[in-house]
């Protein structure tokens, strides 16, 4: 079992054995698609806790450099599973790739508005009407913000929005560019610990303000579907598991993070960690019929905003039975 901090494409080699068959009492190849980053976290629990070894599954981590990569590495052959922000998904299935969404890799909105201190008493989106606001387009933490402008009556046209890279947001705050951004952590914090922001509205007020619950699928493609349902369902069988064990155990789940990230979290604080790390909530892998509405109301925005020209259906870009057998098996102990 490995994790490699490489490009997708690196994992050619180790595919190609992935999905010709294990000798008889082997452990059956698996490649999952992650980043090197705190959603890592799952996966990483679940190869360290010997939970897909107990499925028969040895799966490595490639540790892609950009989230975007995933579908286009699974469509590939060159990973087996992955997960993606739904609008990407969307975007792919809408584009004819036959990738589905087979359960919820983690839920929860990651966007903050933070302030200038000049700004610091505004406090609603309305307030902030005619502000300099700067957040990274194409991302699914602006169409959240977009969502929640509609709901509550108000449009783009009303704000200066400019287009801004999250990383580059604590300095876009120190020289005083902008009225607000809206982005995700750990750069938020660092704009308020290094007093150039206040927090207006925080990730949980967004999601109640746009109606969402934010669901990041976990997916594969249609073809290891139809080929290998009985590799899907063993791999959410061991994942169920992992996101059970990361959801009830934080120290170890960190402890075990903290191996598989290295360097990139060695100064990170134990309670900053762990306040990082699950705001991606892990408390379910099945879809609910909040998440489903979710995905729904993010496919109508994108398609009205002309980010999509087609308009996936529910029933083809999801399949959740895989999830829920392997919750099933959960609580029945097995």
């Known amino acids: 079992m490995s994790r490699k901090p490489a490009s997708f494409a690196l994992a050619v080699a180790a595919t190609a054995l992935a999905m010709m068959g294990s000798p008889a009492g082997a452990q059956e190849k698996v490649v999952f698609g992650d980043q090197p980053a705190l959603t890592a976290m799952t996966v990483s629990v679940g190869i360290a806790k010997g939970f897909f070894k107990e499925e028969g599954l040895d799966v490595s981590q490639i540790l892609g450099q950009r989230a975007t990569d995933t ?18 998904l969307l975007a792919a299935v809408a584009n004819g790739a036959e990738v589905v969404a087979i359960g919820v890799f983690s839920h929860g909105y990651s966007g903050v508005l933070v302030a200038s201190k ?8 309305a307030d902030f009407k005619g502000k300099r606001l700067g957040m990274q387009r194409g991302t699914g933490v602006t169409n959240v913000f977009l969502i929640a402008l509609d709901r509550a009556g108000l449009a783009e046209r009303d704000f200066q929005i400019t287009n801004l890279r999250v990383n580059d947001m604590p300095t876009a705050m120190q020289g005083g560019s902008f009225d607000a951004v809206l982005g995700w952590e750990p750069n938020m914090s660092r704009i308020v610990s290094l007093g150039f922001g206040e927090t207006i509205i925080n990730q949980k007020q967004f999601e109640e303000l746009a109606g969402v619950t934010y669901a990041f699928p976990l997916f594969t493609t249609k073809d290891l579907v139809k080929r290998r349902p009985d590799l899907v369902q063993k791999f959410m069988n061991a994942f169920v598991k992992a996101q059970h064990f990361a959801n009830t155990n934080h120290a170890e789940s960190l402890q075990i993070l903290r191996k598989a990230l290295g360097d990139a979290v060695k100064h990170t604080p134990d309670a900053e960690l762990e306040l990082l790390s699950y705001q991606y909530e892990k408390d379910r892998v099945a879809f609910t019929p909040a998440d489903v509405k979710d995905i729904e109301l993010m496919r109508d925005f994108m398609l009205k905003d002309g980010q999509i020209k087609t308009k996936p259906s529910m029933t083809d870009l999801i399949d959740n039975s895989f999830a829920l057998e392997a919750e099933k098996k959960l609580k029945a102990g097995k």
């Open 118 to 125: 000049a700004n610091a008493k505004l406090k609603t989106l």
């Open 71 to 88: 579908i286009p590495a699974a469509l590939a052959g060159q990973i087996q599973f992955g997960y993606s922000g739904s609008p990407p």
